[in-house]
């Protein structure tokens, strides 16, 4: 094919499409387009057109992906629902009680008269009991804890006999809550504690939920969720709980008292790292404002995890948690990790079943997971918040303890009886060295609940993303297919169709019969004509 013939198709191409973009020009409905092809227009006009209708280009296609990023980065709101949710509707915190001293000196020296460890001082398990109930304390002395595992070893001490030790030997619930109050009625509440590993030693939980691990032989009573109606320090749970300083042998503060952790009855008790300071000789209230929050049924259907960034009740099933929740993610995580690593488990964790418990030289390995889960939470477990939780806001205050009418109360004659403590001044001295009280209850007569919702829904995107073109441009369902009829039926298909018919006419020329063989036929023709 020769250049010129190329450079007239190309020309009469050329053509036609500006004749087909001048039609669509003058009949679509996109505004401005028409007085660009005016005919007769002035340039100036047609530049000034131009750059309006660009203008309208950039303006809805800017907003459009503003519009497109917020549907994408925050597909859901979370809204207050009510400020006035019932308060039997919320369950009551559990009240993880922790003493700062992990070991009774004198149960301890009680659980050395087993015969197993005669061969072992009281200092060398005091050290062991130590690292046992403080993980950050095995940071940087590996060499330390691989003696102590050494020597265990010899004496045929396994890590299950030292955390019977350990449990023997903690203060128990009863040892610690001199006196209980729930609702404003003095009642024996020891059937709603639970005497519970954590990271932080083993410690007291009020109102927690079943807790099972049989490798320990651990069991908590079960009991529904405790609740109540109604606010203030009498509708709530109020503790008498004595330090006993004089017995202190093993302690992981450099206070004196205990730490406490207010959380749900599901979730772990990381008093370590969340917990309050309640020292002796205060009276401590603390109230609660208790939060809920749900999602709609359109969040778990239409909105991924990722994108909605929290989980959907049922979604994730944990293994050693009856029901999800961060923090109990964030220790299964931990676990595993642990089971991976370090091929053990520590005596405060869950695990599968057979998984051995840390053994001292192993405790390093498992300090150095904690602290990797706990800076890299995000990058390493992937834990999500539910949609659906609870937690407590709490407001602490506290006061000194005892008062100077504090003799003169039932509470007072209580502890007396109970503990056949003297009535002097020598009972009061006692008190501001070694006890404290805690109070725990709801602030306001009702809690708050919040709403996950969608925000921008696909019927919302395509309606806002519809406004901004039809602000910028014009641009309607009817706009769009006008360009698609143009394209189509006005360019397109003309084109197959020409293409087609200059085919068969191609075809047609190449069927016909050789110019001499016509000549011929002719010829006779004719002379048959004139005779």
Known sequence: MSSRKISTQSRKVCQNGGKYFKQFCDSTSLHGLKYITEEKSHWLKRVMWTLVFLAGIFFSGYYCWQMWKKWEDSPVLMSLDSNRYPLKNIPFPAVTICNVNKVSKTKLLRVMEDPRYKNITYDKMQQTLRYMTKL???IKNEKELENLSEFYRTQNISSADLFDVLKKSAPSCRDMVMDCIWLGIPAPC???????????GICCTFNGAKYNDP???IESTDHEPLRVSGNGYRMGLALVIDADIEDYSVTNGKFDGFKVLIHTSEEFPDVADRGFVLGPGTETFVGVKGITTFNTEEVAKDVTPARRQCQVE???KLKYFPRYSRSACTIECATRLMQERCKCRPYFFKADIGTKLCNLDSYSCISDVYEDVRQN??????????????WYDPEISYSSFPGRGFNLT????R???GRNLSSNADSNEYFKSNVAVLHVYYKDKTGVRYKTDIRFGVEDFISATGGLLGLGLGLSFISVFELLYFLCLRWFFPKIKSKSRSRDESLDCNTLPPANKWASTTTVGTNISIS
């Open 415 to 417: 502890l007396v009886a």
């Open 136 to 138: 950050d304390r095995a």
């Open 314 to 316: 049922g979604e994730q």
């Open 190 to 200: 020891f059937e709603y504690f639970s005497f519970l590993p954590t990271d932080d």
């Open 215 to 217: 490798e320990l032989e």
């Open 410 to 413: 039932r509470t007072f004659k």
């Open 377 to 390: 939470e995000d990058k390493i477990c992937h834990c999500l918040p539910p949609c659906t939780d609870v």
